[in-house]
């Protein structure tokens, strides 16, 4: 799932469902999620920390 809008920029469409997608690995006993800038400066570390 892209965590970003359109073109890597901006939120997800879903906020939601981004935040859904990030937990359940958590639920699953993973504890490091990285992610580089160029994957969308700054929201994709947001929806990870909201997650």
């Not at 799932?1 to 906020?15: E, F, K, N, V, Y």
């Not at 990030?22 to 699953?28: A, D, F, G």
Request: aromatic letters at 2%.
């Amino acid at each position: 799932m892209q965590l970003t809008g359109p073109g890597a920029i901006g939120p997800p469409r879903d906020s939601d469902a981004a935040v859904d997608v990030l937990r359940k690995p958590v639920e699953l006993g993973v504890n490091h999620i990285d992610t580089a800038q160029y994957c969308g400066p700054d929201v994709v570390n947001k929806v990870i920390r909201e997650s």
